[in-house]
C-alpha cells in the first residue's frame, strides 16, 4: 500500500540566468511510495532533489500538483502531515547553548510529547554526549544526532537528505547500518543521496532525477539491468572502500 | 491563550540568552557606566583652565583678574604672549585672554582679546557670556553704577531635575531599542542563515508559535535588564522618579512591542547577517541623534523637530521621561500611545508581508 503518494508536482522559481523567466525546479514528479520501503532519490546537484523532499514534507509550497502522505494531503493540512514525519537536513544546525538532551526534550515539546532523550540518543550511538552541545559533535556525530531529532514523534516516514555526505567509511557504515535497523522497524524511509553504492545497498527501489523530472524509476538491480547491462571484464571481489574497512576496521572513530 | 509549545519554546529563547553571560554583563555595564559618570559629576564642574597675558599690569587689570579668579568655573594661569599661543596651538590650553598695554579706569574701552579655536562654538558660547559678565560686574563696580535688570530662575514645579533625571529615560530606551532590535532581526538572519528555523519548522509548529516565543522571551529579557538599570539608578545613584511605575513600565512594554516588530522588519528585509548589520545601523543611528536620548530635542535645528517627533525612539523616550520626570498619567500621553501603536502596525504589516515563513527553507 502506498503511503506516500505524489502526483505531477511542480516547483517554480524566477530563473537566475535570465531577466523574468521562470524555471521548473520540479517539474511533473508523480511517485508512490510503499509502506515499509527504503526509497532512494539520486540525481546530480539541482536536478530537485531536495525540493521534492521539501515539497513532501511541508517545507515548499506545491505549485501544482498534489501530494499526500497517509491519505492527507500536503497542501491543505502541512501541519497535520509534519505530525508523522521524521526530517533529518542538508544542514545540521542547533541552537548554540544547549545541551543534546536539551535539544531533544525541545523537539519533542515541538510535538508536545516527552521523550527519554537518553533512550533516544542511544538509538544513535550518543548517549556519551548527552551533555554536550551540537556544536562540539563531529560531523557523523552530527548526523546521527540529526536522525535522533527526526525520532522523536515517533514517525511514519522518515525523510533523509544526503544523510552520508562528507562521512567517513566508517561513519557512513555506522549510519547505514541505523537506517536498516529502523527499517527493519516498519518505518518508511525516503533518502536522498550522491553515493551509488548507499543507493544500491540501501533501496528497495530508485528514481533517478534530472532537470527537475524523474527519468528512470525501478529496484536497483532492475535499473542495472535495463541500464547498464554489460559486466565489467575485470570483475574484483569488492571495491576500494571494502579494502579501506578491511584495514581499517568497522568501529566508529568519533 | 498560550500553548505549551509557545511556553517551551520562549523558556528554552530564555535559557539560551541566560546562558551567554559576556553578552549579558556587556549591555549592563555601558549603561550603568555612563549613568554613574554622569551621576557623580553632577557636582562642582572642574574650572576651566584660562591662560593671560597682561600687558598692562595696571590696577584695573589685576583688579579684572582678581575677579576671574573668584569665579570657580575659572582656573586663571599667568601666562606671557609665546607660551599662552604655543599652548593653546598645543591644545594645553582651550583659551586665552591678552589684556592689552593701558587698561586704566581713565582709558577708552580696552579691546581684550579672547583667543579661541572659533570651531568650537559651544565652548565659546558658554565662556563668552561669563566674560563679559565679568567685565560688566568690574565696569559697574567703577562707576559705580547700579544694575537696572536682575534675572532670577524659580522653578514653577519646586523639583530639582539635573541630567542624571533628563539622562536615565533616555538612556533606557536607547538600551530597550537595541536589545528588542538584536533579539528579533537579528535572530531571525541568523537562525534563518544557520538553518535552525528550517530544522524548527519541519516540526508541527506555525510562525505563529516561533513569534510568539520570541516576543514573550525578549519581552521577559527587556524587562529584567531594564529592571536592573532601573533599580541601579534609584538605589545606587539615588535617582528620583516621580511618576506611576505602572505606568512607566507600561510604556516600556509597549516600546519593546514597537521595536521587536520593527526588528522583524529589518530582519525580513535583510537577505544576509552583513545587510541586517548595516539596515540595523541605518535605523539606529539617525535615532540616537535625533531623539533625544542624550540632548533635549529642542538644541537641534528647528526643521528637524517635525521629523524628530515621528521617530520610535522620540515617541519611547518622551513618554517614559514625561512619565519619570513629570509624572504625567497614561490618559496624558495617550497620543504618544497611538504613535507607538503605529509603529507596532506597519512593524507588523512589513514584516508579515516581506517574510515568507513557507520559504524559510530557501
Known sequence: MAIIKANNLIKTYADPDSNGKKFNAVDGVSLSIHTGEIFGILGPNGAGKTTTLEMLEG????????????????????YKVKEFIGVQLQANEYFDNMTLSELLNLFSALYNKKNDSLSLLKKVNLTDKANSYANELSGGQKQRFSIACALVNDPLVLFLDEPTTGLDPQAKRS????????????????????NMEEAQNLCDRIAIMDYGKIIAEDTPRELISKHAPERQKEVVSGNMEDVFMALTGHGLRD | MLTQKQLYLTKVFIQIFLRNKQYIIFSLILPMVILGIVAFNEGDEDPIDIGIVDKSNTILSQQFISRLSENNLFNIIIKNENSLKDDLISGKLKAGLVIPNGMTA????ADIKLLVDRSDIQFIQTIQPILNNSLLEIERELTKAEPLFILSLEDIKSRSLSYINFLLPGIMAFMLMNLSIAGSGFNVVEFRRRGILKRLFVTPIKPIDFVTSIVLARMAIVIAQLTIIFS???????????GSLLTFYFMIMTGILMFLTLGFSIGSLAKSQESVGVLASIFIYPQLALSGVFFPVE??????????????????VESMRLVANEGLTFFELYSNFIGMVLWIMIGTFISTKLFIWKEVAG
Not at chain 1, 175 to 194: C, S, V
Not at chain 2, 299 to 316: D, G, K, N, T
Open chain 1, 59 to 78: 517545507l515548499k509550497d506545491i505549485d501544482a500538483g498534489s501530494a499526500s502522505i497517509n491519505s492527507i494531503d500536503i497542501s491543505k493540512n502541512p
Open chain 1, 175 to 194: 549510519l547505514w547500518d541505523l537506517i536498516m535497523n529502523l527499517n527493519n522497524l516498519g518505518m518508511t524511509i525516503i533518502l536522498t543521496t550522491h
Open chain 2, 106 to 109: 581713565k582709558s577708552r574701552a
Open chain 2, 232 to 242: 541601579f539608578a534609584l538605589f545606587v545613584l539615588d535617582v528620583e522618579v516621580v
Open chain 2, 299 to 316: 538644541s537641534l535645528p528647528e526643521f528637524i523637530h517635525p521629523i524628530a517627533a515621528l521617530l520610535p525612539l522620540s515617541i519611547l
